[in-house]
């Protein structure tokens, strides 16, 4: 792949559903390298989109998705010991934008977590860009709008 290959909806739905379950798995060091630099983000609210002047529940450049990753899966986070076990279910995929080697795809996201004989459901709105490279699709931005994000959240011992 190259940055002048197209993405096809296809290939970003492999790449997306390839992530979550990536991310199920707790597999932090195959995750970290599906980033292309940019931001990881959970705003509060769903109508904000200057992250960077907003609070936010995560905003995550590149030093912080390692450093959360690796509280993660070090077991040195109160919030993670015991790790949460999760299925993802990714659905309704929708490019919003597109450009050569690059697009923006919508989806919905299911987040079901087991932890401490307990299950949650999370929802959201996810919104992926993706760019074509030498080494494959790499994600620059990845923006998880919770539909509760402005309500009580507990406890998040994981990644969108």
Known sequence: MTPETEITLDDAIKFLWSEADILDRNDFDAWLPL???????????????????NLNIVYDDAQMRKARAARLSGGFSISAAPPARTVRTLSRFVFTEEAPGAVTIRSALHVIEDKFGRQRMFAANVEHKLIATENGIRITQKVVRLLNSDGMLTSISYLF
Do not use: K, L, R, S
């Open 35 to 53: 980033w292309h630099g940019g931001h990881y983000i959970i705003p509060i609210g769903d109508e904000v989109t200057d992250f960077a002047n």
